[in-house]
């Protein structure tokens, strides 16, 4: 019998591990699936149809010809299948037909990167359909080519970002385009979350009126990863009512999946005291090392840049000790890289130059890689969405593949090892948006009315009531102004550049090498003071810089090529203060709300630490405090119950924050956000409560929709964080639990078995 390629891979990288180790926690097979081909529909012309043949599609599978008649019969549709299942299909043959029966007919293609435009601008170019003159519309387009593009192009490809700056404030140059204009397509719209996913839906609420403007009512083509609910996130997306085609037929090969916690180190103690596991990192890089000998293309994907690094690094090193010519065939790649680095690197991992490659999930989007023949992913991705999207990476038809999950120091990813059906049995999150936030509502607001004036009509298509109070407030503040026909923007300057739609909080930091000049990359703005702070230590391509000088004013770090043994890490004052309740359930000595808060941070200094994890030193810093102001939830508890839970009043505030922190790392499993999306807040006696209490707050201005997931999956939320905690084999609470890499605190204090116990009776008094 013919032993299977992932089974076999996993045999080998086992047959690495240290005599003692158990590291792996649960095997699954997943199975070969066959396709389900379906004949060329009547309804596409020979024509079209030779094309697709030409290009390497003999016959379509049943679900791209189901999504593709949706879209045909003027209905919208989400697609949500896996990686690799051919989505592009789906909205490819509706296009093509529609523009070669219409010669006036035109198309959108929107992704979330430019990457992913310019792979599929190429395969529609490689239709070679002369009707069809695609062409794409980014940051990149020469201005000379844009005016051709207005003016000739028939499918035109770009990204939120310059639909918003680039074509809807100057639609009136659009107008022949959006006359006809057929089908948008939207893809890999699982990618639309948080603040960036509240933009672009009403970016799309903004591009279906400019289409009406223009006599053109467009029919939406969403193509997904496999979610629950794709049609309800799908229509909340796109403002119209979305039917869904989830069944897959494209033939996938059979994969092992592997989990996989590294053991608990008996000789390093971490912050604290706490014992520390061998980095995921490390341990991906080890296995990495082993599927790169055995000749297996794979492919890392690290949770942080600075990860990813670290990880190709640790796998050439042991390369270069077994076979120095294989050390050479393993790179990193980021998102903070430059394009041309990127493109470089991209290039050779698809002509097989490279065979293995650490990445964060920059590659998720947008790179057409697929038929790995391993991936190993270093923590939980974040969403099982992305999860699957990596692991969709590995396998070909016919062949076996291999998907190994490693466990980062971290209380979500300790649950997912140990409960391996919430992981590989358990339907995708739906993504999480709001479209109703008045930090996203107002800029989107003025915006539009920019683009043509308001109508109380489309008010009601941009959230009604909600929109209402947030043009009131706009007309209030000068920015509109009311007139008998609706409201106007007045102002000569547009609005839309000044809006970020991706919330990164305004513009970028620029990291710059001082002696040279060279620019290495960029950081958020709102993460600045904690990841490049002066003295910070900043890894670029696998080289190490020390910040010297941070001016947030003119948006610069400067930094010098320094590479000393210690790392930095951030330390933070964090307030919180109560603006308004919204919501509210309480039941026996627990109170639990959601509402409005102020979160006020300020980075105070920073610790250098041995790769022991002894620290050397803290330093003070002088940096701005910064004030946000979003949504939360929290929850109290009176003292009676305090009491009961056995906890002493000096036992209370450990408990507290280390119940908040691994409460912070499972939220993720109900609210499709990162862990560095949200933060947390805990306190013995809060004055705004006047109560022991627990709070946990979007990271961005207004919030994402993250604390109102959380308000409404709070049991299943805190009874999974009460698991995690129990299921940690440490003693008095490790990074697997309840400390957290992003506390300002120094996680001091924390009461690991204090946090089951405050757990214990929050679940029991709500119950
Ligand atoms: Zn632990
Ligand atoms: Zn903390």
Redesign the pocket.
């Given at each position: 019998m013919r032993v299977n390629t992932g089974r076999r891979l996993l045999d080998r990288v086992l047959a690495g591990v240290p005599a003692g180790e158990n590291p792996l926690t649960h095997v699954r097979d997943l199975p070969e699936r066959a396709a389900g081909c379906v004949p060329w529909p009547s309804w596409v012309p020979d024509l079209v149809r030779d094309a697709f043949i030409r290009c390497g599609v003999a016959q379509p599978w049943a679900h791209q010809i189901e999504a593709a008649e949706h879209a045909m019969a003027g209905r919208h549709v989400v697609l949500a299948t896996g990686t690799a299942s051919g989505k592009s299909l789906a909205y490819q043959l509706p296009v093509a037909v529609a523009l070669t029966a219409d010669p006036r007919a035109t198309a959108l293609y929107l992704a979330p990167t430019k990457a992913l435009g310019a792979d599929q601008l190429r395969s529609a170019c490689a239709l070679e359909l002369p009707t069809l003159r695609p062409a794409s519309y980014d940051g990149d387009t020469p201005m000379a080519e844009r005016d051709w593009v207005r003016a000739h192009a028939r499918w035109v490809f770009t990204n939120p970002d310059m639909l918003h700056r680039g074509v809807l404030p100057a639609h009136g140059r659009w107008a022949g385009f959006f006359r006809r204009l057929s089908f948008v397509v939207v893809d890999e719209c699982h990618g639309y979350r948080g603040v960036f996913g509240s933009h672009v839906a009403l970016l799309l609420r903004r591009l279906r009126r400019v289409a009406r403007l223009y006599g053109s009512d467009p029919v939406f083509v969403l193509a997904s990863a496999t979610v629950t609910d794709p049609a309800g996130s799908a229509t909340r997306l796109s403002g119209v009512d979305c039917v869904a085609v989830t069944a897959d037929h494209s033939p996938r090969g059979a994969r092992t999946v592997a989990l996989w916690e590294p053991p608990l180190l008996a000789d390093v103690a971490g912050e604290n005291g706490a014992p520390v596991r061998r980095p995921a990192g490390a341990e991906a890089a080890r296995i990495l090392t082993d599927l790169v000998v055995e000749g297996a293309r794979t492919l890392a994907f690290v949770r942080s840049r600075r990860g990813a690094e670290l990880t190709a690094i640790g796998a050439r090193r042991a390369l270069s000790e077994v076979d120095p010519s294989l050390a050479s065939r393993v790179a990193a790649y980021r998102s903070g890289y430059l394009p041309e680095e990127r493109r470089a690197l991209e290039s050779a991992l698809a002509d097989g130059e490279l065979l293995g490659v650490a990445s964060t999930n920059a590659l998720e989007l947008g790179v057409d890689i697929a038929g790995m023949d391993a991936v190993v992913m270093a923590g939980y991705p974040g969403t099982l969405a992305s999860f699957w999207q990596q692991a969709g990476r590995a396998g070909r038809a016919g062949d076996g593949a291999l998907v190994v999950f490693v466990a980062r120091d971290d209380p979500l990813d300790t649950y997912l090892v140990h409960n391996p059906a919430a992981v590989l049995d358990k339907p995708v999150e739906a993504t999480v948006i709001d479209p109703l936030n008045p930090y996203v509502l107002a800029p989107q607001l003025a915006c539009a009315a920019c683009e043509l004036p308001l109508t109380p009509d489309a008010l009601a298509a941009f959230g009604g009531p909600v929109a209402e109070r947030v043009v009131d407030k706009l007309v209030a503040d000068g920015t509109l102004r009311r007139r008998p026909t609706g409201w106007y923007w007045t102002s000569r300057d547009k609005p839309h550049s000044a809006v970020d739609i991706r919330g990164s909080g305004g513009e970028q930091i620029a990291v710059v090498e001082a002696d040279s000049g060279r620019m290495l990359g960029t950081v958020d703005p709102g993460s600045a003071c904690r990841t490049v702070h002066p003295g910070a230590v900043y890894l670029h391509q696998g080289a190490s810089y020390v910040v010297d000088e941070l001016d947030l004013d003119t948006g610069l770090a400067l930094v010098h090529a320094e590479d000393p043994e210690w790392t930095t890490s951030p330390r933070e004052q964090v307030d919180i203060s109560v603006l308004r309740r919204a919501s509210r359930s309480s039941g026996g000595g627990v109170e639990v709300c959601l509402g409005e808060v102020a979160v006020t941070a300020q980075v105070v200094g920073y610790l250098r630490r041995l790769p022991s994890g002894d620290v050397l030193d803290q330093i003070p810093l002088d940096l701005p405090a910064q004030t946000l102001e979003t949504r939360a939830v929290w929850y109290t508890l009176d003292a009676p119950l305090l009491r009961a839970a056995g906890l002493t009043p000096a036992r209370v505030p450990g408990a507290l924050?280390a119940a908040?922190?691994a409460a912070i790392g499972l939220l993720p499993l109900f609210a499709s956000c990162d862990r560095w999306d949200i933060g947390?807040v805990?306190t013995a006696m809060h004055p705004d409560t006047g109560a022991a209490t627990v709070f946990v707050h979007d990271g961005h201005p207004g919030g994402a929709g993250f604390a109102d997931r959380a308000f409404a999956a709070f049991l299943p939320w805190l009874s999974a964080t009460r698991d995690a905690i129990a299921a940690c084999e440490c003693p008095t609470g490790c990074p697997s639990c309840v400390q957290?890499p992003?506390?300002?605190?120094g996680?001091d204090p924390?009461d690991k078995p204090g946090a089951v116990a405050v757990l214990d009776v929050v679940l029991t008094s709500l119950a």
């Open positions: 924050h908040e922190h947390g805990s957290s992003k506390c300002g605190n996680n924390l």
